[in-house]
């Protein structure tokens, strides 16, 4: 059995297609609009299931960034926020993920200047409050 160079190459090139299209569908990004927020910042709003609310704040190297959330309880409702200094969700460079489901309040001195994004889920659906600032 004869097997061309042409026939070769056609099948590495016909892999390596589908191995780069098998990685790029893997690849999430972030589509969610990120809300600006200037400190102090007061922010209603309703989310749940497989969604996300983003928002991003400048926090300046030595300042100490502060977020709550509270939510209406309601059976087993829950409402969760996550910061990062990521502007995609899905990346892990989480500075403050979700530890417990009773943690509303967190607060860091920043290390780093910069942009930081607060992304809020919930679980199964929450109307949120997240209050932010930055001193």
Same mark, same amino acid.
């Given at each position: 059995?004869?097997?061309?160079?042409?026939?070769?190459?056609?099948?590495?090139?016909?892999?390596?297609?589908?191995?780069?299209?098998?990685?790029?569908? +893997?690849?999430?990004?972030?589509?969610?609009?990120?809300?600006?927020? #200037? &400190?102090?910042?007061?922010?209603?709003?309703?989310?749940?299931?497989? &969604?996300?609310?983003?928002?991003?704040?400048? =926090?300046?190297?030595? +300042?100490?960034?502060?977020? +709550?959330? *509270?939510? !209406?309880? #309601?059976?087993?409702?829950?409402?969760?926020?996550?910061?990062?200094?990521?502007?995609?969700?899905?990346?892990?460079?989480?500075?403050?993920?979700?530890?417990?489901?009773?943690?509303?309040?967190?607060?860091?001195?920043? !290390? !780093?200047t910069g *942009?930081?994004?607060?992304? =809020?889920?919930?679980?199964?659906?929450?109307?949120?409050?997240?209050?932010? &600032?930055?001193?």
């Open positions: 059995m004869k097997i061309s160079i042409k026939k070769i190459c056609l099948t590495v090139f016909a892999f390596t297609v589908l191995f780069f299209a098998i990685g790029s569908a +893997q690849a999430q990004t972030d589509s969610v609009k990120k809300i600006r927020l #200037k &400190s102090p910042a007061t922010v209603k709003g309703e989310i749940g299931g497989e &969604s996300h609310a983003s928002y991003v704040i400048r =926090v300046r190297k030595g +300042q100490t960034l502060k977020v +709550q959330i *509270d939510w !209406k309880e #309601k059976g087993d409702y829950t409402a969760h926020f996550v910061v990062s200094r990521s502007d995609n969700f899905f990346d892990g460079d989480v500075i403050r993920g979700i530890s417990t489901y009773n943690e509303k309040n967190w607060y860091s001195k920043i !290390k !780093k *942009d930081y994004y607060i992304y =809020v889920t919930a679980h199964p659906i929450a109307n949120y409050t997240l209050k932010v &600032s930055v001193k």
